[in-house]
């Protein structure tokens, strides 16, 4: 099984996103990721999909999605660039300061605080999240929300 990031670019219609999950669902693949969002200034949209799978039916999911009518470009390239954020919300606590530095460490920063809560954005590799994920457990944080990996050619 290898991990695949597959972008595809779309004209933005009905029913697009559920013919394109359908083709992972008919082929008994789980979607690890899934990110759309229009594309700036026409009616296009770009959707991300991380996936994992056997590399043979890799490649027929991605030869269906060229056939797709509405798809206009299907990128699988090792040759990405891929982000997501974590938004993450701890007690406003005597820990909160600990908590901070390593966030920070990160390139995280504060995005929402008050009396209760504190919440924190962290943007990087899906790699990078996990690892950060895993460090900060001890705190035990109060919830943790992964936007999914968004990519783009080098």
Not at 32 to 56: F, H, K, M, Q, W
Not at 76 to 91: N, P
Request: with cysteine.
């Amino acid at each position: 099984m290898q991990k695949k990031i597959i972008c595809i670019t779309v004209i933005n219609e009905h029913s697009v996103l559920a013919r394109i999950s359908g083709l992972f669902a008919g082929r008994g693949y789980n979607i690890d990721s899934l990110t759309v969002a229009p594309l700036p200034d026409n009616n296009l949209s770009r959707i991300t999909v991380s996936t994992r799978g056997d590399e043979r039916v890799l490649e027929q999911i991605i030869k269906q999605l060229h056939k797709l009518i509405p798809v206009l470009n299907v990128v699988e390239s090792e040759d990405i660039v891929t982000q997501e954020i974590a938004l993450i919300k701890f007690e406003n606590n005597e820990k909160i300061g600990a908590i901070s530095a390593l966030i920070n460490s990160s390139g995280g920063k504060i995005v929402s605080w008050g009396e209760k809560y504190i919440v924190y954005s962290v943007s990087g590799d899906t790699q990078k999240i996990a690892d950060l994920i895993r460090c900060i457990g001890i705190f035990m944080p109060k919830e943790i929300i992964r936007s999914g990996a968004v990519s783009i050619e080098k």
